[in-house]
């Protein structure tokens, strides 16, 4: 089955400062890579997510890239803010529905 | 819309007994997803049903665990019986048909305590 391996499991960075998060898999047929944010006891939810098809996708201060040839994609955080502080969990996906997680990454940004 | 809708939010019980999780699918959902979550193992998709049917029930990790949907507005989890090392957060997670199909809208949770 799928392989997601995520780096940094912990991540510190200075409030406006940027943070990235990285991660690669194992399938080359997976072709769905999300990510989700888990504040503290609360639900993961998605924010943003990419296709095979795309190489990068940004959504205000977030964005996403992916090597598929490398297996290889990422998150950016840029301008990082005290909301941003939570666990982020990257997957992927051969077929939209069967996610394979990361192992996730705690950010903290400090004030 | 209320969401995903869990219950109970926690459960505390005593190992040997039987353990049944609930889950109400946002309405109009056709997929709905069974997860674990652990510090050790992180979030793990247990098994996931589309239009009530099973479909992959390869990361059910015992014949202790079962799950169940009767209907499109309601699925169950089932341990019997628990085991101490069952203690996790359980997510129940589902997503729409059509465009935007892929996100998966996740419940609060069922934090799960197994003595």
């Known amino acids: 089955g799928e392989n997601v391996e995520q780096h940094p499991s912990t991540l510190s960075v200075q409030e406006g400062d940027s943070a990235v998060i990285k991660c690669t898999y194992s399938d080359s047929a997976s072709n769905y890579f999300p990510w989700y944010k888990q504040e503290l006891g609360k639900r993961p939810q998605l924010i943003i997510d990419?296709?095979?098809?795309?190489g990068e996708k940004k959504d205000q201060r977030i964005a996403v890239t992916l090597n598929k040839t490398a297996k290889h994609f990422s998150l950016h955080i840029t301008e990082t803010q005290p909301e941003d502080s939570a666990v982020y969990f990257c997957?992927?996906?051969?077929?939209?529905?069967?996610?394979?997680f990361g192992a996730g990454t705690t950010v903290t940004v400090r004030a | 819309d209320a969401g995903v809708i869990q219950s109970p939010r926690h459960e505390v019980t005593e190992m040997g007994q039987e353990v049944t999780l609930r889950c109400k699918p946002i309405s109009g959902h056709d997929y709905l997803f069974w997860y674990r979550q652990t510090m050790m193992r992180g979030l793990e998709l247990l098994i996931y049903?589309?239009?009530?049917?099973?479909?992959?029930d390869s990361g059910m990790p015992e014949d202790r665990f079962s799950a169940k949907m009767p209907n499109a507005s309601f699925s169950t989890l089932k341990i019997q019986p628990s085991e101490p090392r069952d203690s996790a957060v359980y997510f129940c997670?589902?997503?729409?048909?059509?465009?935007?199909?892929?996100?998966?809208?996740f419940g609060p949770g069922t934090r799960l305590l197994v003595l």
């Open positions: 997670a589902s997503s729409t048909p059509g465009r935007g199909r892929e996100t998966q809208y």
């Open positions: 990419i296709r095979s098809n795309v």
């Open positions: 997957a992927a996906s051969i077929n939209d529905y069967k996610l394979s």
């Open positions: 049903f589309n239009n009530n049917v099973p479909i992959d």
